[in-house]
């Protein structure tokens, strides 16, 4: 099954702001429409140090209806999780992580964790917990789409491997957030433009059975 939760560290903007939401008496049950026009502005006009103008591009500079306004910062129940609350959350609902969706996000040797001095350390721990640092060090995830099954189904039924021949029958499906840089094959180019520091390179021939 294909799963979404909100990710807790690309939103703390987010969180903070619902905080003052808060506090202030501001709700999503009594807020007011001049007030929700208040709220945009005051937004924007917040100082460059604030986390939540540090997001605006994430968040379509705040220029969002009443709807999404409500939803963002006066919601009241919003629940949001990092990854190793993602793992806990499958394992007490009798369910395995079979793939992120976008595992590049997460993985250590696709950010500059990769050159840095604790990667060989990083490298040892088990997978959930790589992709645990490698949340933090981007700390960008507003969202987390994974896809999970019942944990007694079989790990060599959905486990995805190259070192068979199992993956030769399955059919890609493509990311829309991928891009392949035509200028530069081979070997290609894969880009992920909506993510910092995501960009891959492989050479095609290496699995269309060229050398």
Request: aromatic share 12%.
């Amino acid at each position: 099954m294909s799963l979404m939760v909100y990710g807790r560290y690309g939103r703390d903007a987010i969180y903070i702001m619902q905080e003052f939401f808060r506090r202030l008496g501001v709700t999503s049950g009594s807020v007011e429409p001049e007030e929700l026009e208040a709220i945009r502005v005051f937004l924007k006009s917040m100082p460059s140090y604030q986390p939540v103008k540090h997001r605006m591009e994430m968040f379509g500079n705040y220029d969002l209806d009443d709807n999404e306004i409500v939803d963002l910062f006066l919601h009241p129940r919003d629940r949001s999780y990092t990854i190793p609350e993602v793992y806990k959350f499958l394992e007490g609902s009798g369910l395995v992580m079979q793939r992120h969706v976008n595992r590049a996000h997460y993985a250590p040797s696709c950010s500059g964790l990769r050159k840095s001095p604790f990667y060989p350390r990083i490298k040892k721990l088990p997978l959930a917990e790589q992709f645990a640092l490698g949340e933090l060090y981007r700390a960008s995830a507003i969202m987390h789409d994974f896809i999970a099954c019942p944990v007694e189904r079989s790990r060599k039924s959905w486990e995805i491997r190259f070192d068979g021949e199992n993956w030769k029958r399955l059919v890609p499906v493509k990311n829309p957030m991928v891009k392949a840089d035509p200028k530069n094959l081979p070997p290609c180019v894969v880009h992920i433009p909506a993510q910092d520091e995501l960009s891959f390179r492989f050479n095609v021939n290496t699995y269309s059975g060229r050398t």
